[in-house]
């Protein structure tokens, strides 16, 4: 098997969310040779979703362990605190729900504190009720991702700096934080319509997708390519970072052929999310240990 840089999710969600046991997860997923950790974001659990999650239904319109969900980069934070070398991602951010300026803010210190290890993550979400509780207007929501993007690239680099969008206006303000990543963090967008596939090419510093068969991936992969060759971009200098999702039951040499197939479509960098799997933390660390025993390391 093809070499791939391996990273895992940390304990954020379900009966895994013991946060007070991240920084022990990190450290020891760190020791055991992952090259990444990850949380996604999940902001609440509605009674009578608006809608449900991708393969949901009337009667389990979202995993269940979506109730209980700890904060992204909270999590993150206290696993910068206890690593060294680890990448810290996140996959994906519903950045669009967020005031911009307060999440250029928060990167930029998560950047900081990490001493330059960041990578963000963002997407625009799949529910409705989370743009409502936010205040966030659900229509447009990927042209607001597109001024968000703007926003982090003028706070990461410009200074003074100002913005006058549809969605934010921010008078010209001076900014001396920046980013311990020159120019700032890689930032990757997550989301399999042509339209986001597009922005990745145009925009991105690399792409996040799912755990789709290697074929559909590596077809999605050529509409991005595409979009940077027209905008001037080379794409062979845009990441691609595949998220494994495995249903209970799956048994890890599944998941090792996964990564496999991704490796031969030309992905060189994924992670996989235990939490469907792990029955606590602990259970979580074993399946970790025998995954990486199976991934060869890059």
Known sequence: MTAMRLGITLPQYGPLASLDAVTGFATAAEELGYESLWVGDRVLAPVSPSDFYP?????????????????????LTAAASVTKKVRLGTSTLTGTVYPAVVLARMLTSLDQVSGGRLDVGLGTG???DEYTATGTPWKGRGG???????????????????????????PASKVGLRPAQSPHPP??????????????????????PAGLPAPYLAKLWETVAKA?????????????????NPKPGTDLKDV?????????????????DPHYLARDVDHALDLAAELRDLVPKA
Not at 228 to 244: F, H, M, N, S, Y
Not at 259 to 265: R, S
């Open 55 to 75: 393969g949901g239904t009337p009667e389990r319109p979202y995993p269940p362990e979506f109730v209980t969900f700890g904060d992204p980069l909270i999590l």
């Open 228 to 244: 940077a060759e027209q905008a001037g971009r080379d794409p062979g200098t845009l990441r691609r970072v595949l998220r494994i």
């Open 187 to 208: 930032v990757l967008l997550g989301g399999l319509s042509v339209t986001a596939l597009e922005r990745v090419g145009r925009r991105a510093d690399g792409w996040l």
């Open 144 to 170: 607001q991702l597109e001024e968000l993007l703007e926003i982090l690239r003028k706070f990461w680099t410009e200074g003074p700096f100002e913005h006058e969008g549809e969605r934010w206006r921010i």
């Open 126 to 128: 799949w529910l409705r």
């Open 256 to 272: 090792a052929a996964q990564l496999k197939a991704a490796a031969e479509t030309g992905i060189s960098e994924a992670f996989v």
